[in-house]
């Protein structure tokens, strides 16, 4: 059974920074791939940035430029370095690790932007 716990969310305000992590319970390196969502009040969870095994990445548009993801085998853990936040940007932050066909989450992490 694979565990992911996030940490580092928190209330910020609008132009600030966050780092969130991801840290598996054993290794990451068997992932194919390991991402960040998130779910506004009200709202789907939407995607915001995966990383794949072999460090290529991708990002929702609104986030680019702004959130940076990447991982540390050694370290069993993932991170999104979150800068210039907008209040647009509250949401529950969950991360998700795939070894297929199974896809494990995290209880999520809050991140509150503030105007």
């Known amino acids: 059974q694979v565990h992911l716990v996030e940490s580092g969310g928190g209330l910020v305000q609008a132009g600030g920074s966050l780092r969130l992590s991801c840290t598996a319970s054993?290794?990451?390196?068997?992932?194919?791939?390991m991402g960040w969502y998130r779910q506004a009040p009200g709202k789907q969870r939407e995607f915001v940035s995966t990383?794949?095994?072999?460090?290529?990445?991708n990002y929702k548009d609104s986030v680019k430029g702004r959130f940076t993801i990447s991982r540390d085998n050694a370290k069993n853990t993932m991170y999104l370095q979150m800068n210039t936040l907008k209040p647009e940007d509250t949401a529950v932050y969950y991360c998700?690790?795939?070894?297929?066909?199974?896809?494990?989450w995290g209880q999520g992490t809050q991140v509150t932007v503030s105007s």
């Open positions: 990383i794949t095994s072999t460090n290529s990445t």
């Open positions: 998700s690790a795939a070894r297929l066909p199974y896809i494990y």
């Open positions: 054993g290794s990451i390196i068997s992932f194919n791939h």
